[in-house]
């Protein structure tokens, strides 16, 4: 199989060789609608930076067969499949120091926030959560990403927000979206859920590779759609944000 790179519009990664469509109406404050934007900075107690520690929660390799934990067995599916790119992921380690992840949190006025340079809007909030939406719609996967092949069906749904779910969230039929990410709320401290994934299939394999990935939660279900000979390797992590 022949292994070549492409790099995806707005998704700063990395993969080799390869593998998607509708508008409705939304009320306010629904992640499909555009706000009105409001960039007022407030103090700089109230702007956070990635702590020095990535905290792994998991690492896991998905197959048919079920989910496997063994790091020496992910670490050798890595060493055959993704020679270039073992040290992706942390094998066996639940706390990382110079993970090379960058990442900041700004709370502006007007409901909103900085992610990492970029103005968000803060859709909801609770004890344990926040919602972040983009300002700015993006249009829906469409058929002209479809020969890209199986390894990004799979690329897509990996994540829990990801553009087929928060469609399906505001009612289906969108040819628009509005990017949706999680921000873990633990007392008064804040964590940006972190994913690293590589998908390899009989098609295609691709791997995520960046230093400032866009904050989400896995998305269980979809293993559920793994096929004989599909492999999924998933690490699960957060970054504490600090003053």
Known sequence: MTLRSLSLALLSFLFITACSKKDTLNPPNNPFTNPTTDTTAKSDENTYKQGSTLLVDD???????????DP???KDFMTRKFPEYINTFFYGQTKVTGSNISESLVFLDGNRVKLHDTIMEIVSKTDTQMMLAALDSTDMPGPESEWIGRCMVLYDRISQYNPYSICSAAGGNCK?????????????????????????????????????????FFNKDFTYQLRNKDSVVVQ?????MVH
Not at 185 to 213: M, R
Request: aromatic residues 14%.
């Open 236 to 240: 699960i992590a957060r970054v504490p």
């Open 72 to 74: 020496q067995l992910i």
């Open 176 to 216: 628009k979206y509005r990017k949706t990410y999680p921000v873990i709320i633990s007392g008064k401290d804040y964590f940006i859920p972190i994913l690293h994934y590589a998908v390899y299939t009989e098609e295609c394999s691709i791997i995520w590779k960046i230093s400032s990935p866009e904050p989400n």
């Open 59 to 69: 690492l896991v390799l998905y197959t048919t067969d079920g989910a496997h934990r």
